[in-house]
């Protein structure tokens, strides 16, 4: 039997600005910019730092709307200085100070920010968000399994001789399966996952449970749905990183549209982005519950599902996005992205260094992953292989816009085994 647990120290390196989510937003009563910082204010600490007259003012100016708070906010930290009420704070871009400066010139638009999760220590990488790339990863090298699909050179595209197509068993999507036909290397979903119907909303995720289902060898249960205790991706773990060791305010532009491809599409956000250093985490993989007689994946006869392994991974995800990252490059000169075009040479050369002199992976394994905010539908929804029901036939979907941070792509990392 192998070892019960295996464990994997790994550094994560930025190549590109990187935003994950919390969930949270710095509202604009809530922060300043002063002299090429954002200072975040503690609320209660904000309150105990303002005084008398000037909390009532504050106070007044909450009621009636962000913008009239964060006048009241500036005018008292000009007179009486806020730095107290300081919890943390971090540079800002110049393109988010100009945009900011803007908008409160119009008294109208977006001034909230999308910030990272934090602990007492700091802002990290949730461990939530590192599975999901190594998740995506294996479902991809499981899809290219399954559809017996490989890269064409000369086409520039996955191709194969399998489809995995949805047989729906009635008037809706559901109940129904999954089932491998003689095809093209195709994933023919039965709907559009952009603009579902509200009947297909209801199905939707059920479908895309058993999708996985299906590529994971983990077959239903009675009722239909699948037995995540027999998910093979619960032997995978990650941990939460450390924390980041330095943030930086930026502007996020959406850039690209059918009628545009060249030019901002206008939607502009605020974002905290990680783009300088690294962090550490710990991926683990808990070989012995696939092989002990007493778990869910040793008993109960059947195929058993695969297991994820480190090397897996590493091969599966280095092959992803070699191919992904050129077609980006390829995207960026065509649409005269200078800076994103820049950028993209950088995070291919990167790439590039993931291999030995004689094309096999170096060890130890480095690989490449996109994280968060702006890293796109190609990376997130297998896109390589996908195709949507249409009223005229399948129908590909390439997205055609791109989220930009200053200029630059989002969401790309090197993962390296340190340990």
């Known amino acids: 039997m192998p070892d019960f647990l295996e464990r994997h120290r790994i550094r994560i390196t930025p190549l590109t600005p990187v935003h994950v989510g919390s969930g949270e937003r710095l509202e604009p009563y809530e922060y300043l910019f002063q002299r090429g910082e954002v200072w975040v204010f503690d609320p209660l600490r904000l309150l105990e730092t303002i005084k008398g007259p000037a909390l009532d003012r504050y106070l007044s100016a909450l009621e009636r709307g962000p913008f009239a708070a964060r006048a009241a906010l500036l005018e008292i930290a000009r007179l009486t200085g806020l730095r107290p009420a300081v919890a943390w704070r971090a540079p800002a871009a110049s393109g988010f100070a100009g945009y900011l400066e803007e908008t409160i010139e119009k008294g109208r638009g977006e001034l909230a920010i999308q910030v990272f ?79 579902p119907k509200r009947w297909e909303k209801r199905d939707a995720h059920r479908v895309n ?27 995978l773990a990650a941990s939460d990183s450390s924390p980041l060791p330095a943030t930086e305010f930026r502007l996020v532009e959406v850039y690209g549209s059918k009628q545009n491809p060249e030019g ?86 990167a790439i590039g260094e993931c291999l030995a002199e004689d094309g096999t992976l170096k060890k130890p394994y480095r690989f490449p992953l996109r994280l968060g905010f702006g890293s796109g539908e190609k990376s997130v929804r297998l896109a390589e292989f996908l195709e949507y029901r249409g009223s005229r ?26 340990g």
């Open 117 to 195: 999760p934090r602990a007492l220590s700091g802002p990290y990488l949730p461990g939530s968000s590192l599975k999901g790339a190594l998740r995506t990863v294996f479902l991809f090298d499981r899809s290219r399994v399954a559809l017996e699909a490989d890269f064409d050179d000369r086409e520039l595209e996955w191709a194969g001789r399998r489809d995995l197509v949805w047989q729906a068993q009635g008037r809706g999507l559901w109940p129904g399966r999954w089932v491998l036909e003689e095809g093209e290397g195709r994933v023919r979903a039965p709907l559009s996952l952009r603009r």
């Open 209 to 235: 449970v058993r999708f996985e289902g299906h590529l994971l060898k983990n077959p239903p249960r009675k009722k239909g749905d699948a037995d995540i205790l027999r998910d093979p991706l619960r032997t």
């Open 264 to 349: 901002s599409t206008g939607i502009r956000l605020l974002a905290e982005t990680w783009s300088k250093g690294a962090v550490e985490a710990e991926i683990r993989f808990y070989r012995g519950l696939q092989e002990h007689p007493a778990s869910l994946f040793g008993r109960g006869g059947g195929e058993r599902p695969p297991m994820p392994g480190l090397e897996d991974i590493a091969a599966a995800a280095y092959e992803r996005y070699v191919l992904l990252a050129e077609a980006e490059l390829d995207l960026y000169e065509a649409r005269g992205w200078a800076l994103a075009r820049e950028k993209m040479e950088s995070v291919l050369e």
């Open 393 to 418: 036939g399948g129908l590909r979907i390439d997205p055609v816009s791109r989220k930009l941070a200053e200029g630059e792509p989002m969401g790309w990392v090197m993962v390296e085994v340190i």
